[in-house]
């Protein structure tokens, strides 16, 4: 359920503009005849000064909404294919590591497009083939209803902005078709609203606000790409991550910091919660097997999927229940760090 939440904020607060980016200009193409159509209508209506005005929004709105619909539909069938291919192999830590690294680079990638640092980063730039371009801006102009702006909004799963491959890549770590479905489900219906809102704003305004669209969503790609790179840090247990980095600091200003010592048997217990795990430093004696006693009630978030990557543990915990992790023993000054299969919620095993 975290995870569903997760995806529904990201689509609500970065995804609509990444999305917007990427697939306004298509939506506001399909919608010039309809624009015209308005216009000349409010022309009419002044000329006809008893007749009962009428707002032309809902004309406009409709067709952004069938767009979104169908889009909604597309992304939701389209998930569910992604968690299929993903049960059919299983990632690996490093794996999934790698693909949040890929993803990463060509989100940054992207952003530094939308931005015009360099022309080179027009490679970054994921586009259909030229013919499929050409039909989309042929049937763009086509006028009228709202089957244009369905069918466009369909297309959209074939032109997927650097967020959106973010969590298509989630959907594929699910190996489920159920929870990858669910994933872009909840993503795209977080765009939705602000997808809404920029498309009737720049639709009405037209492209004078666009530059500013887009500088703001390449902004937070950036942002969205050094997070992405961060979880694969996690995932594949380096030191270099934020959190590893700013818990080795704290240790530096507070050596007395508070963690788990390991009792007399050399037992550690872990609490697992829907936003992370606690406590996220422990202690246990080295040169000794140590039971890690994983503890979850009703946790539904990603913390319930648990890594060590170091080790190639992985366990997929109840939502309430213990499970036990044996670690052979290790040598006297070894950390070994745990996260979860996303990358977000980390934490270390220090053996003294």
Known sequence: METLWVAFITGLTTGGLSCMAVQGGLLASSLAGQIEQDVAQRAMQKKKAHTVSFSPRPALALPILAFL??????????????????????????????????VGFFMLGNALRMLNVHPIFRYFSFEPPQAVRRWLRRTSREDHHWFTPLMLGALTVFIPCGVTQTMMALAVGTGSAAQGAAILFAFTLGTSPVFFGLAYLATSLGSRLEKHFNRVAAVLLIILA???????????????????????????????????????????????????YFPAELTARAGEPVTLQLVTENTFSCSRAFLIPALKVQRLLPATGTEIVEIPPQKAGTTLHFTCSMGMFTGTITFN
């Open 69 to 102: 619909l169908a889009k909604l539909v597309a992304y939701t069938l389209m998930g569910a294919l992604l968690g299929v291919l993903g049960s059919l192999f299983e990632l690996t830590p490093a794996m999934r590591a790698v693909l949040l690294f890929g």
């Open 226 to 276: 050094v997070v992405t790179v961060n979880s694969g840090l996690n995932l594949i247990g380096s030191p270099l991550s934020a959190e590893n980095l700013s818990r080795n600091a704290l240790k530096s200003f507070q050596p007395d910091a508070p963690n788990q010592v390991a009792d007399a048997s050399n037992t550690l217990t872990l609490q697992v919660r829907d936003d992370g």
